[in-house]
Nanobody, 122 residues
């Protein structure tokens, strides 16, 4: 199993970034996927998730209305469109795999990417 994030970078407040996570080594559509983030000096926090079929999406309150998660089960990829970015969104963003397609648990405890850095600053 491999999860490789990309798309991070520097954005201005109010700006946008689109993160991508390329998955391999497993049947992608069989698993819900999610994004989590960790800011310097803070604990890892869950950001958004999407079930295996892509029909249902979920968001933490602090990104609701600003971020959109999606997936492409042909390309084996999950995305996070981040709009209206705030300085407090600065963090290392991780892609992670659930234990099943319905995300009864968002992180299976083992499969998480290396992360992509997002910095929001003027």
């Amino acid at each position: 199993v491999q999860l490789v994030e990309s798309g991070g970078g520097l954005a201005q407040p109010g700006g946008s970034l689109r993160l991508s996570c390329a998955a391999s080594g497993f049947t992608f559509s069989n698993y819900a996927m999610s994004w989590a983030r960790q800011a310097p000096g803070k604990e890892l926090e869950w950001v958004s998730g999407i079930i295996g079929s892509g029909e249902d999406t979920y968001y933490a309150d602090f990104v609701k209305g600003r971020f959109t998660i999606s997936r492409d089960n042909v390309k084996n990829a999950v995305y996070l469109q981040m709009n209206s970015l705030k300085p407090e969104d600065t963090a290392l963003y991780y892609c992670q795999r659930s234990i099943d397609s319905r995300a009864s648990v968002w992180y299976d405890g083992e499969h998480r990417g290396q992360g992509t850095q997002v910095t929001v600053s003027s």
